[in-house]
C-alpha cells in the first residue's frame, strides 16, 4: 500500500490515528519503566505488605470499566444518528470519569488515615509507589477529560456522522486505553500487596 496516495483528508486521518498510537505506546512505556521500578522494589527489606488496601481504589475501577462501557454505547449510538442518546451516554461517561477521580482521592486519603505519604518521614517506598502510580494515571486522565469534553462539543455541534466521526473515535479509543491501564495498574498493586 502506498501512505503518499489518498485525499488530504485520508492523509490527515491517518496521520491524527498515528499521533494517538504514537502517544499510547509513549504512554505504555512509562508506565512499564513504573511497573518495572515497582516489581524491583518490592525486594527490599523496607517493602510494606501489611497496609490496608483502599476500598475505594475498587470502585474507582467499577467505575472506569462502566466509564468505557457507556463511551462505546455513546460512539454507537453517535454514528447511529441517535444524537440524543448519544449526548445522554457521553455525559454519563463524563459523570463517572469524576466519580472516578473522587475515588481516587479517596483512596489517598484512606493510605494517609493509615499514616502513609508520598514524601517525608512518614512515607514508605511501597506507598511512596502507590502515589506516584496513581498519580501519574490521574494525569493522563486530565488529558483524557480534555478529549472527552472536546468529544463532547464536537458532537453537541453536529460534527459526527456516520461517514466522518474520526475524533469520537479517537478519544473514545483514548477513554479505552485510559480504563485498560488503570485495569493493570488496579490488578499489579491488589495483587502484589
Not at 466522518?164 to 490488578?187: A, C, E
Request: overall charge positive; hydrophobic content about 50%.
Amino acid at each position: 500500500m502506498d501512505y503518499t496516495q489518498g485525499t488530504e483528508r485520508h492523509k490527515t486521518d491517518r496521520a491524527k490515528k498515528q499521533m494517538l498510537w504514537f502517544g499510547i505506546i509513549s504512554l505504555c512505556m512509562t508506565f512499564a519503566g513504573l511497573t518495572s521500578a515497582y516489581i524491583v522494589s518490592m525486594e527490599r527489606r523496607d517493602w510494606l505488605e501489611n497496609y490496608d488496601f483502599p476500598q475505594a481504589l475498587i470502585i474507582s475501577t467499577a467505575l472506569i470499566i462502566l466509564s468505557s462501557l457507556t463511551i462505546h454505547l455513546a460512539k454507537k449510538a453517535i454514528v447511529e444518528g441517535k444524537k440524543q442518546l448519544g449526548t445522554i451516554l457521553l455525559v454519563v461517561t463524563i459523570g463517572l470519569g469524576v466519580a472516578f477521580v473522587v475515588s481516587q482521592f479517596v483512596g489517598f486519603q484512606a493510605l494517609t488515615a493509615q499514616g502513609y505519604y508520598f514524601t517525608g518521614a512518614a512515607s514508605n517506598i511501597t506507598t511512596t509507589f502507590l502515589f506516584l502510580i496513581i498519580a501519574v494515571h490521574m494525569a493522563h486522565v486530565a488529558a483524557g477529560f480534555i478529549s472527552l469534553i472536546t468529544v463532547f462539543v464536537n458532537h453537541l455541534r453536529g460534527k459526527y456522522t456516520k461517514e466522518s466521526h474520526l475524533g469520537l473515535s479517537l478519544g473514545v479509543t483514548f477513554w479505552h486505553f485510559l480504563d485498560l491501564l488503570w485495569i493493570f495498574l488496579f490488578v499489579l498493586i491488589f495483587v502484589t500487596k
